[in-house]
């Protein structure tokens, strides 16, 4: 029961109405509290100051009498008090040695001066004597304690109904939300195909939903890729493993010749050597997608260097399908790029190698090498490319143009995929076209570079 409550506080705490709602309760009770404390000060002021000028009239008036008869009248003085008791104040009248001569009603004593807390007072003075001029300030500062209640009350009123209207509009605010989430929760996720329909005709709302069904498409799109790469994965690797168990079963049906066991066995080593290479590249691919940024060291790497160790490394291959390698370096023999030095390596090699499997015997693959803006590489096979060709299918893995060709020359499908990792995380642009007559594979470096001293 106490997990629960403490799951509930968390879940409300952590709400973005809650905090909304704290938040705007928050900067309101600080602002109807300088509001209300400046409304009861001004009052208090404006009150104490129609008090003093009142009291002030008169003694000022008593002064006035004073200074020219130099003592006032007592006709005058009950004229004064009259005025005094209308007005609801009080007038005392001492002579010089202190004594009570005349007192309103509720006047303080005489001996010592008002408590300006109590009492709000002027005095008149001449040599034979002192008149005092006040008010009861006790009544006032009931009444004005009365006032500061009430605006704190009203304060407090105010207070709960802004609060009450904000957790109500917030909660109106956040409703798509909610209801955007109800939705996606209660989506069917077996058919991988979830979009999401606005909750409301607001333009932030209809802008996200908007977003979301983008992400949701890439997502789907990427799950059926790697459904597919599972499916072709599974066949490619299941072709070698059924092919060498059946030539494991059939040398072992029966007594053979010498010359017979050396054929299964060096068709059973094909195979090992088939899946070795597949399982190699299925690592090699996935290392690329799952490593993280940073995760490979890199350094100073001449791509001039790099594409003729890989040209000369397949002539052999080359020429044993009846195709030559030709290669020109254009401006780029002096130009260093900075990239991890196995991934320059293998985006070339596998590039130059895909096109000599492909290219047609007899012909002459163009490999070229220049700078531009910035270096680019261009492999050019002759051949005849299929005639529905997808330029971003044949990044996938497993995925064969021409599935026949391809069995011919014993690809396996991952070379143009792990072209494609590479450039990808080395932020290169690769592509791969049909022009003129063959296949052209086009590399653009644009990671940091440099030229050589």
């Known amino acids: 029961m106490k997990a629960a409550t403490m799951r509930a506080k968390h879940a409300f705490l952590g709400s973005i109405r809650a905090r909304t709602v704290a938040a705007f309760s928050l900067f309101f009770t600080i602002l109807i509290a300088i509001a209300g404390t400046c409304l009861a000060g001004y009052i208090r002021k404006d009150v104490e100051g129609d008090a003093d000028r009142l009291i002030g009239e008169i003694a000022l008036r008593i002064r006035a009498e004073i200074s020219v008869e130099h003592e006032p009248a007592t006709d005058r003085l009950i004229e004064d008090e009259e005025r005094v008791s209308g007005e609801k104040l009080w007038m005392a009248v001492v002579d010089a040695h202190g004594k009570r001569q005349y007192a309103s009603p509720g006047a303080p004593p005489p001996d010592k001066d008002p408590a300006p807390d109590l009492w709000r007072t002027s005095r008149a003075t001449w040599p034979e004597g002192t008149v005092y001029i006040g008010m009861d300030w006790r009544r006032e500062a009931a009444r004005l304690q009365v006032l500061t209640t009430g605006i704190v009350l009203f304060s407090a009123v105010m207070f709960a109904a802004a609060s009450a209207g904000a957790w109500v509009l917030v909660g109106r605010t956040l409703k798509p939300i909610q209801d955007l989430s109800e939705q996606a929760q209660s989506a069917a996720v077996a058919t991988e195909h979830v979009r999401l329909v606005s909750p409301s005709d607001d333009t932030e709302m209809v802008g996200l939903v908007a977003t979301l069904n983008e992400l949701l498409g890439r997502i789907e799109d990427v799950s059926s890729a790697r459904g597919r790469f599972y499916a072709a994965a599974s066949h490619e690797l299941r072709t070698p493993l059924q092919a060498l168990s059946g030539h494991l079963e059939l040398a072992g049906s029966r007594n053979r010749t010498e010359e017979e066991y050396q054929a299964l066995l060096q068709e059973a080593q094909s195979q090992t050597r088939r899946l070795v290479h597949l399982t190699r590249d299925l690592l090699v691919l996935n290392q690329l997608e799952a490593a993280a940024p940073g995760a490979y060291e890199t350094d100073h790497i001449s791509l001039a260097d790099s594409v003729e160790r890989a040209v000369q490394s397949l002539q052999d291959r080359a020429a044993s399908n009846g195709v030559t390698i030709g290669l020109s370096i254009q401006n780029a023999d002096e130009v260093e790029i900075v990239a991890p030095p196995t991934h320059v390596d293998m ?26 803006l910035a270096p680019e590489l261009t ?31 014993g690809g396996n499908g991952l070379g143009l995929a792990i072209c494609k990792a590479v450039c990808d995380r080395c932020k290169w642009q690769i592509r791969v076209v049909p022009s003129q007559g063959g296949v052209l594979a086009i590399l653009s470096f644009f990671s940091e570079l440099r030229a050589v001293d």
């Open 347 to 372: 985006v070339v090699r596998n590039l130059i190698e895909n096109a000599v499997k492909f290219a047609d015997q007899g012909t002459t693959i163009q490999v070229t090498l220049q700078t531009l």
């Open 379 to 409: 492999v050019f096979n002759t051949c005849t490319p299929p005639a529905e060709w997808n330029s971003e299918r044949v990044f996938e893995a497993f995925y064969r143009p021409d599935p026949s060709r391809s069995l011919a020359t």
